[in-house]
């Protein structure tokens, strides 16, 4: 069964401007964003979106500008209130809170980073890192050590006293990071936080969020415009355009699978060898079992797949090696039946969540076939060169 | 032909009305008189020599960044020459005066100018009346101040205000609606209330602008004195006054330049509050 949703929104809706329940009712009718807008001059910002976002997941929400994905983001925290619709967070549907209970939620479950910082030049660094624990009430000693806290992990050491514009935008954007870090609030909204960075700083950034994200499972909402970065940290990308959502998936499945043709467009750019993990490429290889076959079944079974040689696994699909064809008809020849004095384990392997661009160096250095693994060993599929080549051309892969 | 309207009339009669709540207006000037007698009591126990360290010593303190030696000379001798003049006591005077004006129009300015900037209505309402008490003559309102409070520091403390008010409370509106956009929701995103929001996002972002409508708003009750002086308020403002009622143009030019001395020692002062503390 599927955990519990952390958020979960439901059929969620935004109107700007006036007239907005004639907009409403066209809206639902299935009119588009631009017919609307000439009908009754208001303008959908968010269009009926349906997602929910699963504990300690990084979710993206990926669109161009307009396409209403800040939006969508700051109904989740209501800094913008949806017109229609539900937003449960821990089972809690939060559009029926009232003021109290919105900022007691936004004190204790959601922070949010913004991609021009927003930190307030006229405090310290560790004053802006404390800022959240400072609006909950909590005392100057106690905040500032958590804030003090919040700041090593995100690696900014020393800079404490100084002040924001001192550093620079990497460094300023770590503490809007220790500053949603310090309140413990397991939900992080992130608004294109690393989008004003350049792209080496933008990089690091992403590594570290991974980094915190392995240690401390919160649940990231992440806004970006950038696909490689979607496909880099998103557990789930979510794609839309003109407020409607096109897309929901893991990132290979929007890659191999896209909706429709504005996701297909959007991913056409795409270093695919990003984002594509071995598991997407890999065949099912045929196979015989070290326990059950003698020669003359693996000699049989090359000859009918053409090919050269064989993987083997035991009774339990353990990997165990792989033997050649000239081997097998030399033991025939022999009258042995000992598969074993021919078997060859040294091969290379790799693990299903390998990315391809980590591999492909290797891939193309080595002869044999990559053996794909799981933590027990057991054997998931192959790498053949060619279902690597047709991967990252964008064709279906079998 | 529509018959000239009875507006100087209906003004009358409106004064005569506001007159019956004397017991209001009396309140008020007591309650103005009582923060006049407060500065003036605490200027004239302070020696005179004293008084000029401390003006230097709040110059340094205040400019120790950039080390202006040429400001505190000629805050000295400004000083020295007034004093020389025989115009001390005026000058403290009108300090008074302008001090209790400048804290009574911040008081009404800031708030208003907070209230305007959340709320689109009362800028509506409030702009006009702002542009009326910039640029309506300060002579007429004196007529109906003297009517309401008499002859003496009080209504002449009014008059300022109501010409020193509106840079206050513009500078204060357009100060907060300065803020950016993606700090307020900072603060809203981390759950502070309005008034957290205001105290540690908005007014602090907003001070440098706020704070050079205070220099504005000191600088027009500054300029104010003369005509207070018409109706009784005490200071430098009288010399000046008395100066033109004898045709003595010298003793009328060496008031005037007291009011000059005093209004850069004002002005530079408050300047450097408008300075962000953190652009260095």
């Known amino acids: 069964m599927e955990k519990e949703a952390k958020i979960k929104v439901q059929n969620i809706t935004k109107i700007f401007g006036p007239h907005k329940d004639e907009a409403l009712k066209l809206m639902q009718q299935g009119m588009s964003k631009v017919e609307i807008l000439q009908k009754t001059g208001a303008t959908v910002g968010v269009n009926q979106a349906n997602f929910s976002v699963a504990p300690g997941e990084i979710f993206v929400i990926m669109g161009l500008s307009g396409s209403g994905k800040s939006t969508l983001l700051r109904m989740i925290n209501r800094l913008i209130n949806p017109t229609q619709g539900a937003i449960y967070i821990d089972g809690q549907n939060i559009i029926k809170f009232n003021k109290k209970q919105l900022r007691q939620l936004r004190q204790k479950k959601l922070s949010m980073v913004f991609q021009n ?8 660094v560790l004053q802006n890192a404390a800022y959240g624990l400072e609006i909950q009430g909590m005392e100057l000693n106690k905040r500032n050590q958590k804030a003090h806290d919040a700041l090593e992990l995100v690696h900014l050491h020393g ?16 503490v809007g990071l220790a500053r949603a870090l310090a309140t413990d609030s397991q939900i992080l909204l992130m608004d294109e936080a690393f989008s004003a960075l350049d792209p080496l700083n933008r990089k690091d950034m992403q590594d570290q969020l991974l980094e915190i994200q392995e240690k401390m499972h919160k649940t990231i909402v992440f806004i970006s415009h950038d696909l490689n970065e979607a496909l880099r940290i998103g557990d789930h990308i979510l794609i839309m355009h003109d407020g409607t959502i096109d897309q ?9 699978n896209p909706a429709n043709d504005y996701v297909a467009r959007f991913i056409e750019d795409v270093d695919r060898t990003k984002a594509l993990t071995v598991k997407s490429v890999m065949t099912k290889p045929d196979t015989i079992n070290i326990n059950k076959s003698g020669p003359r079944v693996a000699l049989q079974r090359m000859w009918v797949n053409k090919i050269s040689s064989i993987y083997v696994v035991d009774d339990e699909n353990h990997f165990v090696g792989f033997v ?9 020849k022999q009258g042995s039946r000992d598969l074993r004095s021919v078997l060859r384990t ?30 027990q060993n057991h054997l998931l599929g192959i790498i053949l060169r060619g279902s690597v080549l047709a991967a990252i051309a964008g064709e279906e892969v079998e | 032909m529509i018959p000239k309207l009875p507006l100087a009339q209906w003004i009358n009669q409106l004064v005569d009305w506001l007159t019956q709540f004397n017991g209001f207006f009396n309140s008020i000037t007591n309650f103005f008189q009582a923060i006049i007698n407060a500065f003036q009591w605490v200027f004239d126990l302070i020696p005179i020599w004293l008084f000029i360290i401390l003006i230097l010593g709040i110059t340094y303190w205040e400019k120790r960044h950039d ?21 001390w006591h005026d000058m403290t005077e009108t300090l008074t005066l302008v001090l209790t004006s400048t804290l009574i129009a911040l008081v009404i300015g800031i708030p208003l100018g907070i209230w305007m900037a959340k709320q689109n209505t009362v800028q509506i309402i409030v702009n006009p009346i702002l542009d009326f008490m910039q640029t309506m003559p300060a002579f007429v309102y004196l007529i109906p101040a003297v009517a309401f409070f008499g002859i003496g520091m009080v209504p002449g403390v009014l008059a300022s205000v109501i010409f020193a008010t509106p840079p206050t409370v513009r500078m204060t509106n357009l100060g907060i609606r300065q803020v950016p956009r993606d700090l307020t929701e900072a603060a809203e995103a981390y759950g502070s209330s309005s008034w957290q929001k205001l105290f540690k996002v908005e007014l602090p972002i907003a001070r440098p602008t706020i704070m050079a409508g205070v220099n504005q708003s000191l600088m027009l009750a500054l300029s104010m004195v003369v005509i207070a002086s018409m109706i009784g308020a005490l200071g430098l403002g009288t010399q000046v006054y008395f100066a033109v009622g004898r045709n003595d143009a010298g003793a009328g030019f060496a008031a005037g330049l007291a009011v000059v001395i005093l209004a850069i020692i004002l002005d530079r002062i408050t300047q450097s509050f408008t300075q962000d503390k953190n652009s260095h």
């Open chain 1, 117 to 124: 910082f927003a930190l307030l030049p006229n405090l310290t």
């Open chain 1, 159 to 174: 800079y404490d006293g100084q002040y924001p514009q001192q550093l620079s935008g990497g460094m300023q954007q770590r």
């Open chain 1, 248 to 256: 929901i998936g893991e990132p290979e499945e929007i890659l191999t």
């Open chain 1, 324 to 332: 050649d064809s000239d081997d097998v008809s030399q033991l025939v």
């Open chain 1, 346 to 375: 040294k091969v290379p392997s790799t693990k299903p969540d390998v990315l391809i661009s980590d591999l492909i160096d290797q891939i193309s250095k080595t002869p044999i076939p990559f053996a794909v693994l799981d933590d």
């Open chain 2, 67 to 87: 080390k202006k030696w040429g400001l505190l000379i000629f805050e000295l001798l400004g000083l020295l020459l007034i004093w020389n003049l025989g115009f």
